[in-house]
């Protein structure tokens, strides 16, 4: 911080002399950098040094600018304060303002010595403007805190020309004064014959306020003052039925309410402000922003997932210096899961044997633990469902179920009942028709019986085919039908030979007979759309 104490130079301490400045510098002396008038008072010297150690003494003689270096000085001043510094070996001293018999410029000599008594002497280190100079008088803005109800501030002062001799002062009228209020606020204004000038603004922000003046008289400039906004209380009011929800997920949520401002005791709409909502304590989420209409309101929607606590609050930006921006609301919202049947696949093989796959998604928020999956059967797929078996699995997790008992024909599905206690719905999968046609051989029979040893026996019958849906058999031709023989006193069968049967479904194949056992036709190896079939056993005594 600039320390300047100055007064009027006295008789002492202004001597007009003859004194002789010695020409010789020392190298080890201090470094005269510059001198000149203040910018403040044009009548004060500054006198800018680099040094090591300290300064002991500055001595400034005055002479008229264009005068010779040998010419004696009109004044002496010896009287330094050091009033600025940049680091321990750079600052800058100055002095009481200097009284002249005459204005204009003088060129400035300076002796500086350290205290070590090392001295440098610098001629025409730089020039004092001893002139009428333009100042600012009782510059002020009001308010320097201006609210977000009353935000015109007016800056107004006073420009008078000094006489530095007499330190009397007199008005600048018609004078152009550059304005600064605020970041966003400049202007220009003219002094009255009185000098004096007045300037209104609406300030958008704060900022620095200061006046210039830039003429035919030079340069003035007015001490800067900061306007500091004073930012108003605020608060998120919202509406009853928006302070929590309770929802089912993918449902979409609208948090409502009103942003208000503090006037003394009343609180006030505010409107045209930017809020947001997010996930609380959360930087890097998805928030949903909005912006206050003309009564403050503001209604922020997004879709939830899982149970989270919201946060209305102030997005980051825009900085606004009328309002504090800290106020904040929490918004509970818990999510009822759902769930689906992603994958439901379901295979009937030839034996009426069922294969079940499945999988089961969570939707909404993710609840860690298994699931009870009923797999259900219904002959007509809209009444009757019964449940054939329960799955236990774990959420979007495949589960199979291998040869459970099937049907001919039928529908069947998948059902989650849900959980009340972990809050998630159940669902159903779409149901799936699976069937194959019936076959069977009708007459199976093997012949003669008895039959002696080595003679033929003829195993004959009908093959047929009951498509799904119908109650009538129908003959089956062009399909290959097995012939089985079990040995009296065995359990195995043995497959003796093929046969294919006629247009009809009929057919025969004879064999020769060995020993007595059962003979049976079976057919057993249909396509995906039939079951297997097979006749009825017949025993054969051979003699």
Same mark, same amino acid.
């Given at each position: 911080?600039?320390?300047?104490?100055?007064?009027?130079?006295?008789?002492?301490?202004?001597?007009?002399?003859?004194?002789?400045?010695?020409?010789?510098?020392?190298?080890?002396?201090?470094?005269?950098?510059?001198?000149?008038?203040?910018?403040?008072?044009?009548?004060?010297?500054?006198?800018?040094?680099?040094?090591?150690?300290?300064?002991?003494?500055?001595?400034?003689?005055?002479?008229?600018?264009?005068?010779?270096?040998?010419?004696?000085?009109?004044?002496?001043?010896?009287?330094?304060?050091?009033?600025?510094?940049?680091?321990?070996?750079?600052?800058?001293?100055?002095?009481?303002?200097?009284?002249?018999?005459?204005?204009?410029?003088?060129?400035?000599?300076?002796?500086?010595?350290?205290?070590?008594?090392?001295?440098?002497?610098?001629?025409?280190?730089?020039?004092?403007?001893?002139?009428?100079?333009?100042?600012?008088?009782?510059?002020?803005?009001?308010?320097?805190?201006?609210?977000?109800?009353?935000?015109?501030?007016?800056?107004? /002062?006073?420009? &008078?020309?000094? !006489?530095?001799?007499?330190?009397? %002062?007199?008005?600048?009228?018609? $004078? *152009?004064? +550059?304005?600064?209020?605020?970041?966003?606020?400049?202007?220009?204004?003219?002094?009255?014959?009185?000098?004096?000038?007045?300037?209104?603004?609406?300030?958008?922000?704060?900022?620095?306020?200061?006046?210039?003046?830039?003429?035919?008289?030079?340069?003035?400039?007015?001490?800067?003052?900061?306007?500091?906004?004073?930012?108003?209380?605020?608060?998120?009011?919202?509406?009853?039925?928006?302070?929590?929800?309770?929802?089912?997920?993918?449902?979409?949520?609208?948090?409502?309410?009103?942003?208000?401002?503090?006037?003394?005791?009343?609180?006030?709409?505010?409107? /045209?402000?930017? &809020?947001?909502? !997010?996930?609380?304590?959360?930087? %890097?989420?998805?928030?949903?922003? $909005? *912006?206050? +209409?003309?009564?403050?309101?503001?209604?922020?929607?997004?879709?939830?997932?899982?149970?989270?606590?919201?946060?209305?609050?102030?997005?980051?930006?825009?900085?606004?210096?009328?309002?504090?921006?800290?106020?904040?609301?929490?918004?509970?919202?818990?999510?009822?899961?759902?769930?689906?049947?992603?994958?439901?696949?379901?295979?009937?093989?030839?034996?009426?044997?069922?294969?079940?796959?499945?999988?089961?998604?969570?939707?909404?928020?993710?609840?860690?633990?298994?699931?009870?999956?009923?797999?259900?059967?219904?002959?007509?797929?809209?009444?009757?469902?019964?449940?054939?078996?329960?799955?236990?699995?774990?959420?979007?997790?495949?589960?199979?179920?291998?040869?459970?008992?099937?049907?001919?024909?039928?529908?069947?599905?998948?059902?989650?009942?849900?959980?009340?206690?972990?809050?998630?719905?159940?669902?159903?999968?779409?149901?799936?028709?699976?069937?194959?046609?019936?076959?069977?051989?009708?007459?199976?029979?093997?012949?003669?019986?008895?039959?002696?040893?080595?003679?033929?026996?003829?195993?004959?019958?009908?093959?047929?085919?009951?498509?799904?849906?119908?109650?009538?058999?129908?003959?089956?031709?062009?399909?290959?039908?097995?012939?089985?023989?079990?040995?009296?006193?065995?359990?195995?069968?043995?497959?003796?030979?093929?046969?294919?049967?006629?247009?009809?479904?009929?057919?025969?194949?004879?064999?020769?007979?060995?020993?007595?056992?059962?003979?049976?036709?079976?057919?057993?190896?249909?396509?995906?759309?039939?079951?297997?079939?097979?006749?009825?056993?017949?025993?054969?005594?051979?003699?």
């Amino acid at each position: 911080m600039r320390r300047i104490i100055r007064g009027l130079v006295t008789a002492g301490a202004v001597l007009v002399s003859t004194l002789a400045i010695p020409g010789t510098a020392h190298a080890a002396g201090p470094n005269v950098v510059e001198a000149r008038s203040d910018q403040a008072d044009w009548s004060v010297i500054d006198v800018r040094l680099n040094y090591s150690g300290g300064i002991d003494k500055i001595t400034a003689m005055l002479r008229p600018a264009g005068s010779s270096e040998s010419d004696p000085p009109v004044a002496t001043v010896t009287e330094f304060e050091q009033t600025y510094s940049t680091s321990q070996w750079d600052g800058v001293w100055s002095s009481p303002p200097v009284q002249l018999d005459t204005l204009g410029d003088y060129a400035i000599d300076i002796e500086a010595t350290n205290t070590a008594g090392e001295t440098t002497v610098k001629k025409n280190a730089g020039t004092l403007r001893y002139r009428k100079q333009p100042v600012f008088g009782d510059f002020s803005v009001t308010p320097t805190t201006p609210t977000i109800e009353n935000k015109t501030v007016t800056a107004e /002062g006073d420009l &008078v020309v000094r !006489d530095p001799s007499t330190r009397e %002062t007199e008005p600048l009228p018609g $004078a *152009t004064v +550059d304005l600064r209020l605020g970041q966003d606020g400049e202007t220009t204004t003219v002094t009255d014959e009185a000098g004096h000038f007045s300037v209104s603004h609406e300030l958008t922000t704060g900022g620095w306020a200061w006046a210039e003046y830039r003429g035919d008289l030079g340069y003035a400039t007015a001490p800067w003052t900061d306007i500091t906004p004073q930012a108003a209380p605020t608060r998120f009011v919202l509406d009853p039925d928006a302070r929590r929800f309770h929802v089912t997920a993918g449902s979409r949520i609208a948090v409502t309410g009103r942003l208000e401002y503090q006037s003394g005791t009343e609180w006030k709409p505010l409107a /045209g402000i930017p &809020v947001e909502m !997010d996930h609380k304590d959360c930087t %890097t989420c998805s928030p949903v922003e $909005a *912006t206050t +209409d003309a009564n403050g309101r503001f209604s922020l929607v997004t879709s939830p997932y899982g149970r989270s606590v919201y946060e209305v609050a102030f997005p980051p930006y825009p900085h606004n210096p009328w309002i504090q921006r800290t106020a904040s609301v929490d918004v509970p919202v818990y999510v009822t899961a759902t769930t689906q049947f992603t994958e439901f696949t379901a295979r009937l093989d030839e034996y009426a044997r069922l294969e079940i796959t499945g999988i089961l998604r969570q939707v909404g928020r993710y609840t860690d633990g298994g699931a009870n999956v009923d797999i259900q059967y219904s002959a007509d797929g809209r009444t009757g469902w019964t449940t054939k078996k329960t799955v236990r699995t774990r959420f979007d997790s495949q589960f199979i179920v291998e040869e459970l008992p099937g049907y001919t024909d039928g529908y069947w599905r998948l059902r989650y009942a849900g959980s009340a206690a972990k809050d998630i719905k159940g669902s159903v999968s779409a149901s799936l028709r699976r069937n194959r046609a019936e076959t069977r051989i009708k007459d199976a029979n093997a012949s003669p019986e008895p039959v002696h040893k080595g003679r033929t026996i003829t195993v004959k019958g009908v093959l047929q085919e009951r498509l799904p849906g119908t109650a009538t058999w129908k003959a089956y031709g062009g399909k290959k039908v097995q012939i089985l023989f079990r040995p009296k006193g065995e359990d195995t069968w043995y497959l003796m030979g093929s046969v294919t049967s006629q247009s009809n479904g009929s057919f025969g194949k004879g064999f020769t007979a060995h020993e007595d056992g059962t003979w049976v036709p079976v057919f057993l190896e249909p396509d995906s759309r039939h079951f297997v079939g097979s006749g009825a056993e017949d025993y054969v005594d051979v003699r």
